[in-house]
T-cell receptor, first 115, second 114 residues
Framework: DAKTTQPNSMESNEEEPVHLPCNHSTISGTDYIHWYRQLPSQGPEYVIHGLTSNVNNRMASLAIAEDRKSSTLILHRATLRDAAVYYCILRDEKNSGGSNYKLTFGKGTLLTVNP | ETGVTQTPRHLVMGMTNKKSLKCEQHLGHNAMYWYKQSAKKPLELMFVYNFKEQTENNSVPSRFSPECPNSSHLFLHLHTLQPEDSALYLC?????????????FGSGTQLSVL
């Protein structure tokens, strides 16, 4: 899997927007960008994914750079319940070796939300 | 509630014990996964089952033995574990093993090996 680089930690204030960056300079044309988050004492939870266009869902927005070498997960109004580790992961759609379903987690970004 | 239930939530076992972790999903999925999360380390994929068949064993020691009797249930049988096997064991499921399918995770079993 192509590698991603994320800051180890970020801090935000409650009810303010949060922009979580992810660099993936070696991304290939068939890699989708996935975001998961892991709340304390929980398993990871799917947040959003995209390929080229920006994506929105009820949890967050994903902004993908035009060259696809970076992306940003946007939480529009952070709440205390958004405090978690956020993982940016690339998944290859066309890996003919059969391992294309793997989710390879890195260390992620620990988001702290201040009241 | 993710639709993936793991039991027990916590387990303490000695190195000579035999125990089993259980995972059940109520989502109608066909693929199930075991992941291991050690302290301060990223999640590591251990095993993958697709339609009850094991499709991946990520060089996991034989003291971990998975079992998938049907698409809704997944077990991880443990025997003669080592203290370094202490970790959070997470089960996940997805519709099948297609790449773009999102995974649903359980809350995990926190295992301590004494």
């Amino acid at each position: 899997d192509a590698k991603t680089t994320q800051p180890n930690s970020m801090e935000s204030n409650e009810e303010e927007p949060v922009h979580l960056p992810c660099n993936h300079s070696t991304i290939s044309g068939t890699d989708y960008i996935h975001w998961y988050r892991q709340l304390p004492s929980q398993g990871p939870e799917y947040v959003i994914h995209g390929l080229t266009s920006n994506v929105n869902n009820r949890m967050a927005s994903l902004a993908i750079a035009e060259d696809r070498k970076s992306s940003t997960l946007i939480l529009h109004r952070a709440t205390l319940r958004d405090a978690a580790v956020y993982y940016c992961i690339l998944r290859d759609e066309k890996n003919s070796g059969g391992s294309n379903y793997k989710l390879t987690f890195g260390k992620g970004t620990l988001l702290t939300v201040n009241p | 509630e993710t639709g993936v239930t793991q039991t027990p939530r916590h387990l303490v076992m000695g190195m000579t014990n035999k125990k089993s972790l259980k995972c059940e999903q109520h989502l109608g999925h066909n693929a199930m996964y075991w992941y291991k999360q050690s302290a301060k380390k990223p999640l590591e994929l251990m095993f993958v089952y697709n339609f009850k068949e094991q499709t991946e064993n990520n060089s996991v020691p034989s003291r971990f033995s998975p079992e998938c009797p049907n698409s809704s249930h997944l077990f991880l049988h443990l025997h003669t574990l080592q203290p370094e096997d202490s970790a959070l064991y997470l089960c996940a499921s997805s519709q099948n093993r297609l790449t773009n399918e999102k995974l649903f995770f359980g809350s995990g079993t926190q295992l301590s090996v004494l």
